[in-house]
């Protein structure tokens, strides 16, 4: 008898705070879905009541920019601080390796600080807890909306965590991505702490 512990993994999971929103990403199903789920969470927490269109309004666009970018999974941070709301994001995506899976690093090229409001990224090797070590970028970057919308200066961090197993030439892409850039480093933080609950799962037996 085979034991899926020795076949190639077919998913993942990931953590996010219990504050977050997992959203459908889905274009049939996400407005659905997304609807649903605020008016679950405004029962939950009435002090968000006044901010429910807007809450809806922010997470059908990181869904919908979520899915342009090819993500499988969408978590979102949603915090109110007076009459505005804080977002963030954190998505994965499976997408193909450049060249070889296992000098990803190689593909990307750091960018130097030349300013407070200007880009910027560092390309790095981490370890995670539960896949070892990765390549990772951490910076300020644009980041380009879907549909035409032009463009969105934000803090990001994204991590490369190549699919183990022989044969294998994907990468899931984990991207933690928020407009906030004056807590550029704070978020970097938030980010790479989701990332670290980041594991690949078996396929079922």
């Known amino acids: 008898m085979l034991s899926a512990a020795v076949a190639a993994p077919t998913g993942f999971t990931l953590a996010v705070p219990p504050?977050?929103?997992?959203?459908?990403v889905h274009p049939n199903t996400r407005d659905g879905s997304i609807n649903s789920l605020v008016r679950q969470r405004v029962r939950?927490?009435?002090?968000?009541?006044?901010?429910?269109?807007?809450?809806?309004?922010a997470l059908r666009g990181a869904a919908r920019t979520a899915h342009a970018h090819g993500a499988a999974y969408c978590g979102v941070m949603v915090?109110?601080?007076g009459g505005a709301l804080l977002t963030a994001t954190v998505t994965v995506s499976v997408v193909a390796a450049p060249g070889e899976v296992a000098s990803v690093g190689e593909?990307?090229?750091?960018?130097?600080r030349t300013g407070d409001d200007r880009p910027w990224r560092v390309v790095e090797q981490v370890d995670l807890p539960h896949v070892g070590r990765?390549?990772?970028?951490?910076?300020v970057e644009d980041v380009t909306l879907p549909e035409g919308a032009g463009w969105i200066r934000a803090a990001l961090l994204q991590t490369f965590v190549p699919f183990?197993?022989?044969g294998q030439a994907r990468?899931?892409?984990?991207?933690?991505?928020?407009p906030i850039v004056a807590l550029a480093a704070e978020m970097h933080d938030l980010f790479d702490a989701v990332t670290a609950t980041f594991r690949f799962v078996p396929p079922a037996p």
Do not use: I, K, N
């Open 171 to 178: 990468v899931a892409l984990v991207t933690g991505s928020t």
């Open 19 to 24: 504050t977050w929103f997992e959203v459908d």
């Open 107 to 112: 593909y990307l090229r750091p960018v130097g």
């Open 134 to 139: 990765v390549t990772r970028t951490r910076g």
């Open 44 to 57: 939950q927490m009435p002090e968000l009541r006044t901010h429910r269109t807007a809450l809806v309004r």
């Open 79 to 81: 915090d109110g601080l």
């Open 164 to 166: 183990p197993g022989p």
